[in-house]
């Protein structure tokens, strides 16, 4: 994977329905190695869509337009082929699932990528290692990864979940989506120390918000309005603190 | 008799009923022979429940009623020592082939001292009167189909006693291997399981098969559970394809007694196991919980029947199924709370995973409570894996195929929480682990 040149992300002119209804109009984003965007936008503007189909959710209906990554075209491919090329959601609601525990999730998940990338897995000592080192940053005892996948967490746990697996799994292209909603100060400050520890002149990485709270702490390339379900409007931070001054409204009338 | 309440049978096996198959009368007065006629008797007039018989509602023994089933051949010793190869699973294993005890198979000798075992059809024993008389009435001619092909083509009659005051740390094994050649077979293997007072034991069948023919298990198995005693039981039904497992067993509790099961039920084209409990004396507990897998044209019933005859019992059924394909489950749980019992606590839980638009769940409770005294609650629920779960899965690596299994064992792993002993917790996590790998892919 590291040999690849070509990481960009490339969405063009996407046409997405569900239920019948036009979610994502015509959008357009291009995504360069090593860059971090930010993407805003009000309540139902298409933001969750636009992250449920990178990530490849069915219930979807690609109308037209392309995605392609590393010059594949993702579109065509299943949720566990881009997870093996790189790509990684962080949920805006991480899904609870009983009886299945965090850290024979996370092995799982860590030895189905090194095996659909042709190397061999990793022994579970050898894993052990690896997890812990990544939990300490995030401040995850062993006895939370003992606990089953989600299961009466708080919002910030399963966050700072969300993260340890991004961490884990180093993903090329990490979308995040409303990663900061809910989340106290100690715990923003938290995920956000885990997505800048992530970024380098390699990795692409999306951050979806509401606010520009979380851009403080992770200070974006691009800034683009999300309306309607399509790109309105792009720039830099500035963007972002404008729209926390003065909400979409002026930006959305102007569209 | 309504006539259409019962399958016409013409199994060869009913021509050649042996009369002189227990040489000795240990009971007295032909006690024996006699029961086992009475049994063809009854078999001959009931044949095969149908359908139409509120108990067997769910689950149709046509297909066992068309067959022409044979008493099944010996098999070689090459056949027996090829047939249990890589099949037991611990040291202590009592090994039945074919309905035959295979004393040279079998190994008893670290728990020589706790419990006895014998079977009936054997020249050398001497025992009290007063044993055989206790014995004797798991062995009276009943007016039920299953019961009295049973008691009538057993071809020995097993009695495994856990000795007063003895506990047994290591599980003992049944192990129950079968094989026919081209033929039909019937096999009738019938136990006796006494847990005499203050005993603690584990015992765990296995019941597995290797068939070309049809073969038909009809297993019969009694269990008296005696005062303080506690018997923890499980069981592995693996039979093959091509194999008919029908299994009653009945349990017996006596005054602050325990009794546990667990039934992992996997194999066979149609399975029914019915597991009837009676708490006759006061402070009784019987938990009875499993899990079956099933894909293909499989049909699993599981028919459980608790009766509170006392008060102060307490009572709970816990059993989860997965099916797939054509496949069809049917959990069947019955409680029964008599009149004159007090503080009586009954609980049962019935829960599905149907993997396929083709296969199906019944689940039909039965509360029939009679006293004011009762905590009682009973549950169902069939529904299919949660896809947002598969998603989330999928989008971390995990194929799809591993999400849903995952997804199963977290589903069924439940049903092993109340399984306290680590030696069997770690076999049957595999067990389960290989069936669910086995047969959804």
């Known amino acids: 994977m590291d040999s690849m040149s070509n990481q960009k992300l490339e969405i063009k002119n996407l046409v997405v329905k569900a239920n019948d209804k036009l979610i994502l109009n015509d959008l357009s984003l291009t995504m360069n190695k090593g860059e971090t965007h930010a993407i805003m936008g009000p309540n139902g503007s298409g933001k969750s869509t636009l992250s449920n189909v990178l990530a490849g959710k069915s219930g979807y209906e690609i109308i037209s337009g392309s995605v392609s990554f590393c010059g594949h075209n993702i579109l065509g491919m299943n949720p566990e082929e881009r997870a093996a090329l790189g790509v990684f959601l962080s949920f805006q609601y991480p899904i609870e699932i009983p009886g299945v525990t965090i850290i024979n999730f996370l092995k799982t998940a860590y030895n189905s990528l090194l095996k659909a990338r042709g190397k061999a897995e990793i022994s579970a000592s050898e894993f052990l290692k690896l997890i812990r080192d990544k939990q300490k940053i995030l401040d995850i005892s062993d006895e939370m990864t003992r606990r089953n996948l989600n299961v009466s967490f708080s919002g910030g746990e399963k966050k700072r979940l969300e993260m340890l697996q991004m961490l884990l799994l180093d993903p090329f292209l990490s979308i995040l989506d409303e990663t900061d909603s809910g989340l106290d100060i100690d715990a923003l400050k938290s995920v956000s120390e885990a997505i800048n520890l992530l970024r380098n002149e390699n990795k692409l990485i999306l951050v979806i918000t509401h606010y520009q709270r979380l851009l403080n702490y992770v200070v974006p390339d691009f800034v683009h309005v999300l309306y309607d379900g399509k790109i309105i409007k792009s720039g830099d931070k500035k963007l972002a603190i404008d729209i926390e001054e003065n909400g979409y409204f002026k930006i959305t009338e102007a569209a | ?441």
């Not at chain 2, 098969?209 to 008296?224: A, E, H, K, P």
């Not at chain 2, 028919?303 to 816990?318: A, P, Y």
């Open chain 2, 1 to 441: 008799m309504r006539k259409d309440l019962s399958y016409k049978t013409s199994f060869p096996l009913i021509e050649c009923f042996d009369e002189n198959l227990f040489d000795n009368d240990y009971f007295g007065n032909n006690f024996l022979l006699s029961e086992r006629r009475k049994s063809l008797g009854y078999f001959k007039k009931n044949n095969l429940p149908s359908v139409k018989k509120e108990d067997w509602k769910y689950f149709d023994l046509k297909k066992i009623s068309k067959l022409s089933f044979n008493n099944a051949n010996n098999l070689n010793e090459e056949e027996k020592k090829l047939l249990i190869r890589k099949k037991n699973i611990f040291n202590q294993k009592i090994v039945i082939i074919n309905g035959e005890y295979c004393s040279n198979l079998s190994d008893t000798s670290s728990v020589r001292d706790k419990i006895e075992f014998y079977n009936l059809n054997n020249q050398n024993l001497s025992f009290e009167k007063n044993k055989f008389d206790y014995i004797k009435k798991y062995l009276c001619a009943k007016d039920e189909s299953l019961d009295s092909i049973n008691l009538a083509f057993a071809k020995d009659i097993f009695i495994l006693e856990i000795k007063k005051g003895c506990t047994i740390d290591e599980p003992l094994e049944i192990i129950y291997l079968s094989k026919s050649h081209d033929d039909s077979i019937c096999i009738n293997p019938r136990l006796i399981v006494i847990s005499h007072e203050a005993s603690d034991s584990t015992i765990i069948e296995t019941c597995q098969s290797d068939s070309s023919g049809y073969l038909w298990s009809n297993y019969v198995t009694n269990i008296v559970i005696e005062k303080n005693a506690r018997l923890k039981h499980y069981k592995y039904q693996n039979e093959g394809i091509n194999s008919f497992h029908t299994a009653d067993t009945k349990i017996e509790l006596s005054s602050f007694s325990y009794y546990s099961h667990y039934l992992l039920n996997s194999g066979s084209d149609l399975s029914r196991n019915k597991i009837h409990c009676k708490l006759n004396n006061n402070n009784g507990t019987c938990n009875v919980s499993g899990a079956y897998f099933l894909n293909e044209s499989q049909k699993s019933d599981i028919f459980v029947e608790i009766e509170h005859l006392s008060s102060d019992c307490i009572s709970n059924q816990k059993f989860y199924g997965v099916v797939d394909s054509n496949s069809e489950g049917i959990f069947q749980g019955k409680i029964h709370v008599g009149e004159e019992t007090k503080n009586t606590q009954a609980d049962q839980i019935s829960r599905g995973v149907v993997l396929s638009s083709n296969a199906q769940i019944n689940a039909k409770p039965e509360l029939n409570i009679y006293s004011e005294d009762v905590q009682c609650s009973h549950g169902v629920s069939i529904g299919e894996l949660d896809e947002e779960s598969i998603f989330y899965m999928r989008s971390r690596g995990i194929s799809e195929n591993e999400a849903r299994q995952m997804l199963i064992y977290a589903f069924i792993t439940d049903t092993l929480s109340d399984l306290d002993d680590s030696i069997i917790l770690e076999k049957f996590n595999k067990l389960i682990d290989k069936q669910i790998s086995e047969k959804f892919f």
